[in-house]
């Protein structure tokens, strides 16, 4: 393992992936990614999550941040047999009056960030969903630009171009300190070895507070449990 980096992205998760195909693209070299389990197949939330894309927030920069994710990850949607990207289109249902509100304030900030949107009657939503009873609904936010995402293909696909540009990763690759001098990161102490880094960027999701904490920084970070249904 080389000894010294322009860059090192701790975490090769669709963010880690994501974050060293742009700065590729932007003509960084010398960039090294290292992740702490299998590549592709990562041991955190990119290879768990269920992909699920939906586009309209309160935040204009989030939603932002999502139309951009939406394109961006159609252009690794290339192969039929695999698709890495299903258009599913988005539904938030309301059961009571004041949700069906509150999803019309939705439908505003998606047509205020360029989203289209629009809130659809009880049948109307039967009619997408047949599993949802039209009698206990009050309507839905139906947002047709809403996708579900294959993170292990994305994540296969994106580093592969970014790999092609120069980018190294890898794999089984623990970061157990960072060397800090004169009030910055110097380099990265890993099981495999020590790179000293110009940069260094952090994309751990949950585990992020760990390694700051080692130098005195902490990340205000709680992961949350969540629960989700898969029908076929």
Same mark, same amino acid.
């Given at each position: 393992?080389?000894q010294?980096?322009?860059?090192?992205?701790?975490?090769?998760?669709?963010?880690?992936?994501?974050?060293?195909?742009?700065?590729?693209?932007?003509?960084?070299?010398? #960039?090294?990614?290292?992740?702490?389990?299998?590549?592709?197949?990562?041991?955190?939330?990119?290879?768990?999550?269920?992909?699920?894309m939906?586009?309209?927030?309160?935040?204009?920069?989030m939603?932002?941040?999502?139309?951009?994710s939406?394109?961006?990850?159609?252009?690794?949607?290339t192969?039929?047999?695999?698709?890495?990207?299903?258009?599913t289109?988005?539904?938030?249902?309301?059961?009571?009056?004041e949700?069906?509100?509150?999803?019309?304030?939705?439908?505003?900030?998606?047509?205020?960030?360029?989203?289209p949107?629009?809130?659809i009657?009880?049948?109307?939503t039967?009619?997408?969903?047949?599993?949802i009873?039209?009698?206990?609904?009050?309507?839905?936010?139906?947002?047709?630009?809403?996708? #579900?995402?294959?993170?292990?293909?994305?994540?296969?696909?994106l580093t592969?171009?970014?790999?092609?540009?120069?980018?190294?990763?890898?794999g089984?690759?623990?970061?157990?300190?960072?060397?800090?001098?004169?009030?910055?990161?110097a380099? #990265?102490?890993?099981?495999?070895?020590?790179?000293?880094?110009e940069?260094v960027?952090?994309?751990?999701?949950?585990?992020?507070?760990?390694?700051?904490?080692?130098?005195?920084?902490?990340?205000?970070?709680?992961?949350?449990?969540h629960?989700?249904?898969?029908?076929?």
């Amino acid at each position: 393992m080389q000894q010294h980096a322009r860059l090192v992205i701790i975490g090769a998760g669709i963010v880690g992936c994501s974050a060293a195909y742009h700065f590729a693209k932007l003509g960084w070299r010398d #960039v090294v990614v290292l992740e702490k389990g299998e590549l592709l197949e990562v041991d955190g939330s990119s290879s768990h999550a269920p992909g699920g894309m939906f586009l309209t927030n309160s935040s204009k920069m989030m939603a932002e941040f999502a139309k951009y994710s939406r394109a961006f990850y159609d252009e690794f949607n290339t192969d039929p047999a695999e698709p890495a990207l299903f258009g599913t289109g988005g539904l938030e249902v309301a059961y009571t009056p004041e949700r069906l509100r509150d999803l019309q304030r939705r439908k505003g900030w998606a047509h205020a960030y360029g989203l289209p949107a629009e809130v659809i009657s009880p049948a109307e939503t039967t009619r997408l969903i047949p599993l949802i009873d039209p009698k206990i609904i009050h309507g839905a936010l139906y947002t047709p630009r809403d996708a #579900v995402a294959k993170a292990v293909r994305l994540l296969t696909r994106l580093t592969r171009a970014a790999e092609a540009m120069g980018v190294v990763f890898h794999g089984h690759t623990t970061v157990t300190d960072l060397d800090v001098q004169n009030g910055r990161i110097a380099a #990265v102490v890993t099981d495999q070895g020590r790179i000293e880094a110009e940069q260094v960027l952090l994309c751990t999701n949950i585990w992020g507070p760990l390694l700051p904490e080692k130098i005195g920084f902490r990340i205000p970070l709680q992961a949350a449990q969540h629960l989700y249904t898969v029908t076929t």
